[in-house]
């Protein structure tokens, strides 16, 4: 089993930013690709930012030059620093973690909430 444990999450101004973190905490399994997924109200999770082991990243073009993904193998955490903040961002933002052996576990979710 992995556990991840989320935070960062909060009320911003448009313009402000926030630093997302999850920590991934595992004994049997290695962590291979790590990653941020947001849900607004009434629309489906979309993909924020992935970062594999290897640095490898990957971006939703809404948030390409905004927010920055970065991962510490070391600590099994994965963070997103999100700046330029838009109300479109608000949303719930969840890390998910793939391993090997396969397998995809998901955060309990963190809120972040831009203002206009």
């Known amino acids: 089993q992995v556990q991840l444990v989320e935070s960062g999450g909060g009320l911003v101004q448009a313009g402000g930013s926030l630093r997302l973190a999850c920590e991934a905490s595992?004994?049997?399994?290695?962590?291979?690709?790590m990653g941020w997924y947001r849900q607004a109200p009434g629309k489906q999770r979309e993909l924020v930012a992935t970062?594999?082991?290897?640095?490898?990243?990957n971006y939703a073009n809404s948030v390409k030059g905004r927010f920055t993904i970065s991962r510490d193998n070391a600590k099994n955490t994965v963070y997103l620093q999100m700046n330029s903040l838009k109300p479109e961002d608000t949303a719930v933002y969840y890390c998910?973690?793939?391993?090997?052996?396969?397998?995809?576990?998901w955060g309990q979710g963190t809120q972040v909430t831009v203002s206009s």
């Open positions: 998910r973690v793939m391993t090997s052996p396969p397998g995809n576990y």
């Open positions: 595992t004994s049997r399994f290695s962590i291979n690709v």
């Open positions: 970062m594999t082991s290897g640095g490898v990243t």
